[in-house]
């Protein structure tokens, strides 16, 4: 069956900042990992992110808060923001870079935004009414493994080393229980009855029960065989800045194992391995590498280094001899 709707893509070249958009709009989310310029991203879709997944604050992951946040103004929304500490004081000190002094005449903008600190996710908000202000609304135990879920999908994520702690994901679009259109226009259902017939097949747990149709009643799997079909997911996997060390390795590899598409960092040239090292990033080798082992289906790479502008083709060779389905 095909794929869920889910749009994705870099915003920018190779060579340039990190940011990755996610449009789902069948369910009206538009979603961007890392914040680096997004000047080139259409204005029309930056009107309508709503959530926000950072790595880590180096300026090339988060200077386009700026040109985010510029065209915001306007128009009523709540646009929620996840990612790692010092990420809520590093937004609370963009936000208070600006005077505020006319709030009272804009519609109501608030940043909703959960980092991890310690163990916990704690939650804040910056609601522009209140002049940015930093409001801590309190924190939970962090789930170890999600940071992010609804009923369409989740965000997963892992805690990786690039000298400092950075934030890992992996978004998973939920596998979706679709019904025939063509067998269930046979039913005598209409309307929200549609609905409740659609739910019943949705819940695993009425496996030994029965729905009455017409005054008939049906076993739930005779139901969903005739009347269902399940629309696979999509995985998708946005890893930069990390060092190729054996913690991290695993930890990737766990994330993002199985991604219909890996994007991932090849800053290096596998000649640079020492430099890498030397700044916590990967090279061609080892990005290939962490793919392969991974098991994606696609490999899409990014963030290169600019002493290379004249060779992206050698780049992307590097990686081809390990990991042919590379763009």
């Known amino acids: 069956m095909a794929k869920p709707r889910v749009k994705h893509y870099l915003v920018n070249d190779k060579f340039e900042d990190p940011a990755l958009v996610i449009e789902i709009d069948s369910i009206g989310d538009y979603i961007l990992f890392d914040l680096g310029n997004i000047r080139k991203l259409d204005r029309s879709v930056i009107k ?12 090339d992951h988060f200077i386009g808060f700026d040109h985010l946040l510029r065209n915001k103004l306007g128009k009523e929304q709540t646009v929620e923001m996840f990612g790692i500490s010092p990420l809520a004081e590093n937004t609370y000190c963009k ?19 959960k980092q991890h600190n310690g163990g916990y996710f704690e939650s804040y908000r910056y609601d522009i009414k209140k002049r940015f202000e930093k409001e801590f609304l309190g924190k939970t135990k962090a789930d170890p ?3 992010y879920e ?39 259902l209409e309307g929200k009855e549609i609905g409740e017939f659609k739910q019943f097949l949705e819940n695993k747990e009425n496996k030994d029960r029965t729905f009455t149709i017409d005054g008939k009643e049906y076993s739930y799997q005779y139901l969903k065989e005739r009347y269902s079909y399940i629309q696979e997911g999509i995985k998708i996997s946005y890893i930069t800045d990390v060092v190729f ?21 090849a800053v290096f040239l596998s000649e640079d391995k020492e430099q890498a090292s030397k700044v916590y990033h990967l090279t061609t080798d080892q990005t290939a590498y962490i793919a392969k082992e991974a098991g994606v289906k696609k490999l899409v790479v990014f963030h290169f280094s600019r002493r290379y502008a004249n060779q992206k083709e050698k780049i992307l ?8 389905n590379v763009e």
């Not at 870079?97 to 608030?110: A, D, S």
């Not at 913690?247 to 960092?265: A, M, P, R, T």
Request: proline share 4%.
């Open 95 to 113: 936000l208070q870079g600006y005077t505020w002094n006319l709030v009272e005449f804009e519609p109501q903008i608030v940043f909703s935004l």
């Open 48 to 59: 309508k992110i709503n959530k926000v997944f950072i790595t880590h604050t180096h300026m």
């Open 145 to 147: 493994k999600t940071v």
């Open 317 to 324: 060779q590097e990686i081809k001899q390990y990991f042919p």
């Open 245 to 265: 060390s054996e913690e991290n390795v695993e930890k990737i590899v766990n994330l993002v194992k199985g991604s219909d598409v890996l994007y991932c960092e």
């Open 150 to 188: 609804n009923k369409y999908y989740k965000v997963d994520y892992a805690i990786l080393d690039h000298k400092i702690p950075v934030m890992g994901y992996s978004f998973v679009y939920k596998d979706r229980l679709l019904l025939k259109k063509d067998s269930i226009k046979d039913l005598p």
